[in-house]
């Protein structure tokens, strides 16, 4: 009954059925929802209006100090506090009083109480504004960024309308500039890219003024800075939106910032049980550049808290790839490091009668509205007895867990703390048998390693509440948790447990294997760090959980290495040519430049003979419309050498397939221009290549709809060709594993680490260009 009538409560307030009963799952919530609502209704004598209704939800919702809840509902139920502007600075100037009496003048003040807009006000301040942008209005017309017209105006009237604003602005932009013509229409054409000594003296403020977007034109640590204006100052936690306060709070971070010196504070903290992955690239570049945006220090630190999962070769691994991207650790640390203090914390919280040992099985423990345990009002010293007992080895696996006495945002009720495991840890050895979970280990770590900004992706969110009760439950130094959104990518899985299941039906060799999207793997296929990194910095910081086209990491990879990138040419399948008349008793030194369009960056030579191969798609004996290669009648030039060759005569096998063709060569400059440059070789090198192609079909391989059948029946058969016998200038014969080249016309490649001596192995890392194909 108490439940029907919380929802026909929240419905009133103007909450949607499916809201309230999501609501009412929160326990906190709606505790504070139902107070809210019921103090207001007595002020008003009448029903919540939904205006009201809304921004009693939010104060509900984001007040985390209770103490105050009956201060804010009478100025929200009295109107005094009608925006959710004001709502926002209400909440912002308790969360910064925490243990102050709020002084009622200051706080109106700070809150916009009584102050009234006028409409002549903010006609007024849209006219200055867009007076002192005039000319550039006139010029731009409908393609000028409006954003900044209120802007300014929001500046000047903090604490008006902004629908009003907006309304106002588009009224006063169609009295200047009249109705949108088909020019104003059109698409807004494309800035040509800046050179980069050019870029980099463009200045944020430029950009953001030419209207580019943020998360295009800034680089990952201009974007990050702007990120620092969101995120609390070191020592000012308290601020934070959701941040719970303790009469000890004050003091605990006082001392923080004393052992700090007010230094932001951030840390990367992989699972040692699996290969990193590109959306573990976006929390690497963010969690090192934050700190490194605000001259601040990360830490690597590895969650090795289930030693049934982790394997050496994975901590070499993960911190590999942090180096490989360009991130250097201001330490290593691991949660095994405190284990004797973690364990110390578990026994004090059961002293506080926070924590209790328990006899539920894992099975019962599962989802978010198991019964309560029957073991949850033991006394305390019988938990201590029994949870030394743990330590000790005296229960099974699964017969003992302490868990921890709060319910959690999502509803799930007394997270585990410990439980028993003997399985020896990497480290530690055989010298304990209960291990830590990630609930009660990673805040206490954070606590002592005093990170500043704790970032980490939305699914833990519903963690926030263990994260800041833990901390106070246990008096010390609480961070806080910030979340963002997950990066992941069409056409690919990323979990550790498919990965293992694509190794074992031989789908892929390991984990990297270069048709995946692990990190080894991006880095065995030839991806430039720095690609990736730009890739995250055009993905952005961002709240919403991100899923990209791979062809948009593609992109930022041919951005790197058409800069650095070598040329060198290759012919995947050779079609020997006679060159019958050339000019000279011995091959020719062909200077050919490593980057044709800045030949100040070098040139390397090779050698060019009477017997050269060409591509055998560069033939055909009969021409179609729109065929410009080698052909009867129809001569081509040979790319670097200033010779064109013309076709004289076609040998075939008994077959009739084409074996070798005769040709005469020229100048180039001695007659007419040839239609086409083709790439070829002489005095080779003989390599194998590999081609790879989208490991799924589908765009979400895991997704039942899509792919009914799982994604191991998603599998793309031709996702890996192998040409054995290809030939490559021999330029590239001291090549080192992970070098790169351009092989022109046909893409870009890199020296995999199968290589050996007297036989190259090249991985196509992408093609030339976006193949037009592709989905």
């Not at 007895?385 to 999502?410: I, S, Y």
Request: hydrophobic share 35%; net charge negative.
């Amino acid at each position: 009954m108490a439940a029907l009538d919380s929802l026909s409560l929240f419905t009133g307030l103007g909450l949607s059925e499916h809201k309230a009963r999501e609501t009412l799952k929160n326990t906190a919530l709606s505790a504070q929802l139902r107070e809210a609502a019921t103090q207001a209704q007595q002020t008003l004598g009448s029903t919540i209006d939904k205006a009201t209704g809304t921004l009693l939800y939010g104060l509900a919702s984001r007040l985390r100090d209770p103490r105050r809840l009956s201060f804010l509902v009478s100025y929200v139920a009295n109107r005094k506090i009608h925006t959710e502007l004001q709502l926002s600075a209400a909440l912002e100037y308790v969360r910064s009083h925490p243990l102050d009496p709020i002084n009622t003048e200051d706080f109106e003040q700070e809150c916009g109480v009584g102050v009234m807009v006028t409409p002549e006000q903010i006609e007024e301040a849209v006219e200055a504004a867009i007076n002192r942008h005039r000319p550039q209005l006139l010029e731009e017309r409908y393609r000028f960024n409006m954003g900044l017209l209120m802007g300014e105006a929001r500046a000047v009237l903090k604490w008006a309308d902004g629908k009003m604003i907006k309304h106002e602005v588009d009224m006063q932009v169609l009295h200047l500039l009249g109705p949108k013509t088909e020019t104003d229409l059109e698409k807004k054409p494309k800035v040509s890219k800046a050179r980069p000594e050019e870029k980099d003296r463009r200045t944020t403020k430029d950009m953001m003024e030419n209207g580019e977007a943020a998360n295009q034109a800034l680089s990952l640590m201009e974007q990050l800075r702007g990120e620092a204006l969101k995120f609390h100052k070191p020592g000012e936690n308290y601020k934070t939106p959701g941040y719970v306060t303790t009469p000890h709070t004050m003091d605990l971070l006082k001392q923080h910032l004393e052992i700090t010196g007010g230094q932001v504070r951030t840390r990367f903290p992989p699972e040692p049980n699996g290969i990193l992955h590109i959306g573990h690239a976006k929390a690497i570049n963010f969690n090192f550049g934050y700190a490194k945006a605000n001259n601040g220090i990360c830490f690597l630190r590895f969650d090795d808290t289930n030693p049934e999962k982790e394997e050496a070769k994975f901590f070499t691994a993960i911190y590999d790839m942090v180096a490989w991207l360009g991130y250097t650790p201001y330490k290593v640390t691991y949660a095994s490091d405190y284990f004797d203090q973690l364990y110390a914390w578990a026994v004090e919280l059961i002293h506080r009668g926070q924590a209790y040992v328990c006899h539920q099985r894992g099975e019962e423990l599962k989802g978010h509205n198991s019964l309560p345990s029957p073991w949850r009002d033991r006394p305390i010293e019988e938990s201590l007895l029994l949870f030394e007992a743990m330590r000790k080895g005296k229960f099974a696996e699964g017969e003992a867990t302490l868990r921890m006495k709060l319910v959690m945002e999502d509803g799930k009720m007394d997270p585990v703390a410990y439980r028993v495991k003997y399985t020896p840890h990497h480290r530690t050895g055989d010298t304990w048998c209960i291990y830590p979970t990630y609930d009660y280990t990673h805040c206490l770590c954070d606590s002592i390693e005093h990170i500043t900004h704790s970032l980490c992706t939305k699914e833990f969110q519903a963690r926030r509440s263990s994260y800041f009760w833990l901390c106070n439950a246990l008096d010390v130094y609480c961070p806080v948790q910030w979340e963002y959104g997950r990066l992941n990518l069409h056409y690919a899985v990323v979990s550790k447990r498919k990965i293992l299941q694509l190794v074992a039906a031989g789908a892929v060799r390991d984990w990297d294997d270069p048709r995946l999207f692990t990190l080894t793997a991006l880095r065995r296929r030839g991806f430039p760090p720095e690609a990736i990194n730009n890739f995250c910095a055009r993905v952005g910081v961002t709240v919403a959980q991100t899923t990209m086209e791979p062809h948009l990491l593609e992109a930022c990879v041919r951005d790197v290495l058409n800069d650095t990138a070598p040329r060198a040419m290759a012919v995947l399948e050779p079609l020997q040519v006679i060159i019958t008349n050339f000019p000279a008793t011995k091959p020719l030194d062909i200077q050919v430049p490593n980057f044709p369009a800045d030949e100040t960056k070098g040139f390397h030579q090779v050698p060019f003979g009477p017997m050269v191969f060409i591509e055998r798609t560069d033939f055909k004996e009969e021409a179609e419309p729109g065929y410009k290669r080698l052909a009867w009648g129809q001569p081509v030039g040979l790319r670097h050498t200033g010779y064109v060759i013309e076709l004289q005569n076609v040998v075939k096998g008994p077959s009739g397939c084409v074996e070798s063709l005769e040709v005469t060569c020229r100048r180039a400059d001695a007659g007419e221009k040839p239609k086409a440059f083709i790439h070829w070789v002489s005095q080779t090198l003989t390599c194998e290549i590999r081609l790879y192609e989208r490991l799924f079909q589908h765009k979400n391989p895991e997704d039942p709809a899509e792919v009914p059948g799982g994604f191991l029946s998603d599998l793309n058969p031709a996702s890996l060709q192998v040409v054995e016998a290809a030939l490559v200038d021999c330029s590239v014969a001291s090549a080192k594993p992970f070098d790169k080249f351009q092989f022109e016309r046909l893409g870009y490649f890199s020296v995999d680490p199968d290589s050996c001596q007297g036989q190259l192995v090249f991985n196509r890392t992408v093609t030339l260009k976006e193949d037009p194909g592709k989905v």
